[in-house]
């Protein structure tokens, strides 16, 4: 069963905090249901709604996807950087057991990676 603690929040927060200064971007880490690691992603200098193929035109904030970053984001650093994000959200002790042919779904905890939220959009800082 997911869950995660402020504790392991805390353990976690070093390593996402590190890739969010490496690349200059701001975000806030938070735990959601005991059971989702998240990070909403407030403003930086990578062009998130470009590199996702955004216009002026659509919404100013994006849920992730972490099953497809490679496909679904279409710049090399963008995509370095979420994969380095999410693999500091899952930590040393991450699992994931899931079997979903078998309705068995058993991991340490999910990972949510928010592009601006709906209140709030992604500011592009460069």
Do not use: C
């Not at 976690?12 to 735990?31: D, E, Q, T």
């Amino acid at each position: 069963m997911a869950y995660i603690s402020q504790n392991d929040k805390k353990e976690l927060a070093p390593a996402i905090k590190a890739v969010l200064k490496k690349y200059k971007m701001k975000g806030s880490i938070a735990v959601k249901h005991y059971s989702t690691l998240v990070v909403n992603l407030k403003s930086g200098e990578l062009d998130m709604m470009e590199a996702f193929g955004q216009t002026e035109y659509q919404r100013d904030y994006i849920q992730v996807n972490p099953y497809w970053i490679e496909r679904n984001w279409n710049d090399d650093t963008v995509v370095a950087f979420l994969l380095e994000l999410k693999s500091a959200m899952e930590g040393p002790k991450f699992y994931n057991n899931d079997d979903s042919m078998t309705d068995y779904f058993d991991r340490s905890h999910f990972v949510d990676i928010n592009v601006g939220t709906f209140k709030s959009n992604y500011t592009f800082t460069a």
